[in-house]
């Protein structure tokens, strides 16, 4: 493709998705902010599943059709649950992997240019059919060089290939997404809540970590650090010398896929079990490492069957791959997660409202009385149930409760900090993946053990604290005697002595101010007087409007 139709299709691209975006926001401000306003919220109320499901079907499409960023943003749209309706999220949950694979010989192109070899030197064999097809590359099988395989210790490896002109692409759909984020903000609704641009902003960084491979490979690197030594994760190794920015070549862990349920069962591998190990690990990685993988779909997570070595030991380990999209997470913001953590496991509504001011969703001015009260009510009625509980519940009492605390909630200064997009996900994509591998699966009860660990280390992380300060005031209480007789010592034999220049300095520049004010009042005094005398009696009114210029400069200028 030339430059010139390359730029072509870039702008029709732009154009596209910025169309659809219009359309889409035309409707929600007509069925949602219109119609309501003039008596027929019945009609939006009634009409707003279909049309629901029919926006996700033409985002399916254009997303299909256009890939790049849009698949990514149909993935994110389909893993939260917890705020978009069932309409939208399983419409687009195809999007996790059917994404259409790039021909054989473009891939080819692409690898060998980046790493300067013909394949046959490189690989001893390469797969021409993908194993999986994302969104911004794909990845095959192959076999390392013999030469490569003894320096390595590797044989069989998954080489992962950037699309060709991925970068373009990204880049015109980030702008797309920049503008439509402007007109977000357009909307009181959506302003008051969320920055919309720098969520944009945060995403368009995590897309561009997503297309380098080495930043990648340095992500993965770290992760199998911080899990070294533990035997319930698995990682692939990076074969560094046959890696660059667009290709990683790293070691084959593919295995069953975690949720391939019917597979698991075959191995003798319980999936509830799974689920409760998988929940474990993503709390480690919050809470312990502040390093998430924050992309943990089906097609990244494998269940590697092992020989149980010992009684009670596990027969299998989550193998996790794809270390593109990884989430950092600050210091202040795990503390509140914490917070968060051991508020919701203990019921506690006043804990979760300090929990979520201090993550920063909610902002420390507002009104919280009535959110602690909310709160309280939908822990009596609802806490501790799972997914499969909650399902069973009569919808009248979720619309009931809606009914009760909807405007109070919606008139909360509520917002979504930039740091939190990508924890979001990863949180929205576990709790999803263990509640498909266990209908029984309850958050609470996996919650549970590890909100009674970090109490009890915030626990004895208080009771060091206090010793450490019990034993400084012991220390400043048996110092005190001698300090004291010291001090009356010096008072008796007349060697105290006090410097209060500092103060008379500022006592001074009090008076100053003080003069100042008042010469600001008298000229504010002379000049309404002069201006109203004018009129009846000119002269005077004149002199005084003239003679107000003398406390004005006083004012202004008695500190130079």
């Not at 641009?197 to 897309?207: I, K, M, R, Y």
């Not at 597979?263 to 591998?269: K, M, S």
């Not at 989550?318 to 203990?346: C, K, Q, S, W």
Request: charged content about 25%.
């Amino acid at each position: 493709m030339t430059d010139a139709a390359a730029q072509g299709a870039h702008r029709a691209r732009y154009r596209r998705i910025l169309s659809f975006a219009a359309r889409e926001f035309l409707k929600i401000w007509w069925f949602e902010l219109v119609l309501p306003r003039f008596g027929m919220s019945s009609i939006s109320e009634r009409t707003r599943g279909p049309r629901m499901q029919r926006f996700a079907r033409r985002f399916h499409v254009l997303a299909v059709d256009l890939g790049g960023l849009m698949i990514k943003v149909g993935q994110f749209m389909s893993s939260r649950l917890d705020v978009l309706p069932p309409e939208i999220t399983k419409e687009l949950e195809g999007l996790q992997d059917e994404v259409p694979a790039v021909p054989y010989a473009d891939i080819r192109v692409v690898a060998e240019a980046e790493l300067g070899h013909p394949f046959a030197e490189a690989f001893a064999w390469f797969d021409e059919t993908p194993v999986a097809a994302a969104s911004l590359g794909q990845a095959h099988r192959a076999r390392l060089s013999a030469q490569d395989a003894v320096d390595t210790g590797l044989a069989n490896v998954i080489v992962k290939v950037q699309r060709p002109g991925i970068d373009e692409i990204v880049a015109v759909d980030l702008a797309a997404l920049r503008r439509v984020a402007r007109w977000a903000m357009r909307v009181r609704l959506v302003a008051d809540r969320v920055d919309a641009p720098a969520l944009v902003e945060e995403f368009a960084q995590t897309s561009f970590e997503e297309i380098d491979y080495l930043h990648e490979a340095s992500s993965a690197e770290r992760f199998r650090e911080n899990f070294a030594d533990d035997p319930r994760i698995g990682t692939p190794e990076i074969v560094w010398e046959r890696s660059t920015r667009r290709v990683l070549t790293l070691s084959d862990v593919t295995a069953i896929k975690i949720n391939d349920t019917d597979a698991l069962r075959a191995a003798g591998i319980d999936p509830a079990e799974v689920a409760d190990v998988f929940a474990e690990v993503m709390f480690d990685q919050v809470f312990t490492h502040s390093f998430v993988h924050a992309d943990p779909h089906p097609g990244n997570i494998f269940v590697t069957p092992l020989t149980a070595s010992a009684p009670g030991s596990r027969n299998f380990r989550l193998t996790f791959i794809d270390f593109g999209m990884m989430a950092e997470v600050p210091d202040n913001l795990r503390d509140g997660l914490r917070m968060l953590l051991i508020a919701v496991t203990g019921r506690d509504s006043r804990g979760l409202v300090r929990a979520a001011q201090e993550i920063g969703v909610l902002l420390p001015s507002a009104d919280t009385a009535e959110l602690e009260r909310a709160l309280s009510t939908l822990f009596s009625r609802f806490g501790g149930m799972g997914f499969a509980e909650l399902a069973k519940v009569d919808p009248r009492e979720f619309t009931d409760f809606a009914d009760e605390f909807g405007d109070m909630v919606r008139s909360l200064p509520l917002q979504l900090p930039e740091n939190m997009l990508l924890l979001i996900r990863a949180v929205s994509l576990t709790s999803g993946m263990c509640s498909s591998l266990d209908p029984s699966f309850n958050v609470w009860d996996a919650a549970e053990p590890y909100a009674g660990r970090l109490l009890r280390d915030e626990s004895a992380g208080l009771m060091r604290d206090m010793a450490n300060d019990a034993m400084e005031t012991a220390a400043v209480t048996y110092r005190l005697p001698k300090r004291i007789d010291a001090i009356i010592t010096r008072v008796d034999d007349g060697n105290v002595t006090f410097d209060t220049s500092r103060l008379e300095r500022r006592l001074d520049r009090l008076e100053g101010i003080a003069r100042r004010i008042g010469s600001g009042v008298l000229f504010a005094a002379m000049l309404v007087g002069g201006a109203l005398l004018v009129p009846t009696l000119p002269p005077l009114g004149i002199t005084l409007l003239c003679v107000s210029v003398l406390p004005l400069l006083h004012s202004v200028f008695a500190r130079r």
